[in-house]
């Protein structure tokens, strides 16, 4: 056997190696979180995550989903949870919309018992995610089913006043009002009491909670690394 043929075998057996290594995770939360849509909220939570410098083995975002409903977000996370079971928390974000499968996926939450300490979320947003980005911009407790239009349409409406070519799917928005970040969860808070006082969920969004908790991941890693 020549020369050529022991380096490309051991070229290869150095390759395959590094494809079974799997990648080094730091020493904090595994997180799972699963989108309701494919571009616009993975793209926003990818982007937080590179932003504070979380390592991407720790936490995994995907909107891959099949089918955009909330059940199916919860269903494809739990089904994700069963092949890897050292996540810590899941949290699936979805609309509340006109969704029909709401409802039975909130139960679904509530009810659900993971082992090993995991814990799975909700983070819903009502009527859709583009609230929480226009709580970057301004409190409002408007009531977005008037109207002929859609739920999603009047808030994407409000929201063009200050963001003017938003498009669901648009990249780069979180970059865009990242500057913004504390405004909208004291909004956000704010909107919670809202709702708490007048016993509705119209409009809210608990994005806020996710956003909070992964800024504390990140100051655990300074501390740990301090």
Known sequence: MGSDDLFHKRK????????????????????????EGK???????????????????????????????PINVVNFALDKYKNDKE?????????KDRHPSYKEAMDK???????????IHAIPSVPC????????????????T????????NVSSDLKKYISDYEHGKQ?????????????????????????????DTPSTEVHTLVQYLRQLKKKLSRTIV
């Not at 909220?41 to 409903?69: H, M, Q, W």
Request: proline share 2%.
């Open 87 to 95: 996540y810590n928390h899941i949290f699936c974000v979805f609309d």
């Open 109 to 119: 939450i509530k009810q659900t018992k993971l082992g090993k300490g995991c814990t």
């Open 172 to 200: 780069g928005v979180y970059q865009l009002v990242k500057d913004r970040l504390e405004m909208a969860i004291r909004h956000a808070n704010q909107v919670a009491h809202y709702c708490q006082e007048g016993g509705t």
């Open 12 to 35: 290869h057996r150095q390759i395959n190696s590094l494809r079974r290594r799997k990648p080094q995770r730091d020493p904090y939360d595994m997180v799972l979180i699963v989108c």
């Open 129 to 144: 995610f583009e609230f929480w980005l226009l709580l970057h911009y301004t409190f409002t407790t408007k009531n977005f």
């Open 39 to 69: 571009k616009t909220e993975p793209n926003y939570f990818c982007d937080l995550r590179d932003d504070l410098k979380l390592n991407t083995a720790n936490i995994l975002v995907t909107g891959e989903t099949e089918g955009s409903s």
């Open 146 to 153: 008037k109207g002929h239009k859609s739920l999603c349409t």
